[in-house]
């Protein structure tokens, strides 16, 4: 490819809307250009990075044993009522009628389809098991979409879907795409963590994700990990072991303490010169459900939740403990509404008959003579233990959730190793379905008795588009990316420093065409620009190879330099189009 003839517009500023490095990059390096809010135009060196991304996840898929096919963007809502995830799914899906009145969705995910199209097709247990996936547009209507390609509304996704007859063989099929998935990142230059996970909207009893972990403020999530036995989970599913600490209060007896606005855990603290984990703090939150079989709504329900003053409440968790598809902390009005209390004074006291779910964190557990709140404005209940709680309290005893958040430091359950906690951006994630999608929607196959079960499923996923964007934020400098070779727009950039000097020019068109020769994907930067402006467009779109043909052809040397490096040789043009074919040829052998 020529330069002059590439269709590509770098900018000299980042954009104004843009947060993420990775998006800042891609616009002003001409890789997107933005339709609408969250939905953008591939150019043509976005679409070389996308299509060589695919042409890696489909290689392995396929020497993993998966099959390819295609399935539709526009799914029907009947599919999904069968499974029950109509009413369910929230306002990321993006609902419409067709011109007979059908009602309709932009996929955002495809277990409903994949399930409808093996059933009725493979219906013997020795046609069984069978692994499809595709590469297919998703849309996903986030109410903020940002960090351009990280969380957009359109975007690229490879689905794969297993069916099986027996929880082992999922096991089996489970452990394949963990292993592929290992082989597709690290042959897109990516170090990615295998985290335990939620399973969120998709659903299924396990769940793990590849995370490639960054310093930069986009990560999605926080992940903890142990470098003493390998343990990693992201914050809405890691566990740990509390640090030993004396969580008994001291208070030799129970009694209501007056306590004029003293509201926060620090200014308890304080009050009553106990350390923070000697308080049991109280969170009201307001649950929101999907719509019942019917269709009818299911009124919201508050949630109180009691934990330990020196934690916090991981909502994920939260939210899968009382079965809830939103969850959000409560207003001072609710407060009042269904406590009939003030903010910061509020517990379980007295409630039960006021139809609030009251639940309990395992950091609770073994607290002794400690602080609640009286649920009376400024008031608050010393030498507190679980031995007082009454029926007029708890209605239904103290039950235990591990609905917190972990800290850095506290013990590893698996090894008592410390955790450690770092930021990742999720690139790829598997899920046991079990019988999740098949069961609902009657999708069976025959046993070698006759009788029918309910397939057990399989899901994994790749975020396509994602693992690009999360490429730049690992790899790039305050000059611009710094592509992995493997999915890099194209190997090397050709720079003649001086277009109008014959023998530069005629240099540069030689080496082009070696390149071209042994396979070396390369543009010629034969623009009659300055050559400052090419080499900032080259550091900017990040070829991983350049060579500079300049004066120093009177040597016979060309400049060699790779993008990663800040190091410039001096090598003959013979020897610099070997450097780049060898690292090529390389690649191709992997």
């Known amino acids: ?8 517009q770098t900018l000299r500023e980042f954009p104004n809307d843009a947060e993420a490095m990775s998006h800042k990059l891609l616009v002003r390096a ?5 339709l609408t809010n969250g939905v953008y135009t591939y150019m043509p060196l976005m679409q070389r990075v996308l299509t060589k991304v695919s042409n890696i996840v489909r290689q392995e898929m396929n020497r993993a044993g998966a099959q390819e096919l295609l399935m539709p963007f526009v799914q029907p809502a009947e599919l999904w009522q069968k499974s029950g995830r109509w009413q369910v799914y929230g306002k990321e899906l993006m609902r419409m009628k067709d011109r007979h009145d059908n009602e309709m969705c932009l996929a955002p995910t495809h277990e409903e389809v994949i399930t409808s199209v093996v059933d009725g097709v493979f219906t013997s247990y020795k046609q069984l098991p069978v692994n499809l996936y595709h590469i297919q547009l998703k849309f996903r209507d986030e109410i903020r979409p940002r960090f351009g390609l990280l969380r957009g ?7 794969a879907y297993s069916f099986h007859t027996s929880q082992e063989s999922l096991n089996a099929e489970y452990d394949n795409m963990a292993t592929a998935y290992t082989r597709i990142f690290q042959r897109c230059g990516l170090e990615t963590r295998m985290v335990q996970s939620d399973s969120g909207a998709i659903g299924g009893s396990v769940s793990h994700e590849f995370m490639v972990l960054t310093d930069t403020a986009v990560g999605e999530d926080d992940v903890f990990y142990c470098e003493k036995c390998g343990y990693s989970a992201n914050s809405n599913h890691a566990v740990s072991k509390l640090i030993d600490e004396i969580t008994d209060g001291g208070f ?3 009694e209501t303490i007056d306590t004029p606005n003293v509201r926060t855990i620090e200014e308890l603290s304080k009050f009553f010169n106990i350390n923070q984990n000697c308080i049991l703090k109280s969170v009201l939150y307001v649950a929101s459900f999907a719509d019942d079989a019917k269709g009818q709504k299911v009124p919201d329900m508050p949630v109180l939740v009691m934990i330990r003053g020196d934690k916090e409440v991981e909502e994920t968790k939260l939210m899968n403990a009382v079965g809830a598809l939103e969850i959000r902390t409560a207003t001072d009005d609710e407060v009042v509404q269904y406590l009939n209390s003030e903010r910061g004074f509020i517990s379980f006291k007295g409630i039960a008959g006021k139809k ?6 395992n950091s ?3 607290m002794k003579n400690f602080v609640i709140g009286a649920n009376e404005p400024h008031k608050h209940i010393v030498g507190f233990n679980f031995s007082d709680i009454t029926e007029n309290d708890v209605k239904d005893g103290v039950k235990f959730y591990d609905i917190s958040l972990v800290k850095p430091g506290e013990t590893c359950t698996e090894c008592g190793g410390a955790l450690k906690v770092t930021r990742g951006i999720e690139v790829g994630n598997i899920f046991q379905l079990g019988t999740k999608y098949s069961k609902p929607m009657n999708a069976v196959y025959t046993d070698e008795n006759g009788k029918t079960h309910p397939y057990i499923m399989g899901c994994y996923g790749i975020g396509v588009t994602r693992t690009a964007a999360a490429a730049i934020e690992r790899y790039h400098d305050d000059f611009g990316i710094i592509w992995p070779l493997e999915i890099a727009p194209y190997h090397a950039v050709v720079v003649p420093v001086n277009t109008n000097d014959e023998a530069q020019l005629k240099l540069a068109e030689e080496i082009y065409q070696k390149l071209l020769n042994a396979g070396v994907e390369v543009v010629l930067d034969d623009r009659a620009d300055r050559a400052g402006v090419k080499f900032k467009d080259a550091d900017l779109i990040g070829y991983p190879f350049r060579i500079t043909v300049g004066k120093s052809i009177s040597e016979g040397l060309v400049e060699f330099k790779q993008r990663k490096s800040a190091d410039i040789l001096k090598l003959t043009p013979d020897e610099a189009v070997k450097a780049v074919a060898d690292a090529v040829l390389a690649l191709k052998e992997k």
């Open 364 to 366: 609770a557990c073994g």
């Open 1 to 8: 490819m020529r330069a002059s003839k590439l269709f590509v």
């Open 30 to 34: 001409g890789y997107i250009k933005k």
């Open 252 to 254: 030799e007896k129970l």
């Open 356 to 361: 609030v779910q009251v639940l309990f964190d």
């Open 153 to 159: 509304r359109e975007f690229i996704m490879k689905d």
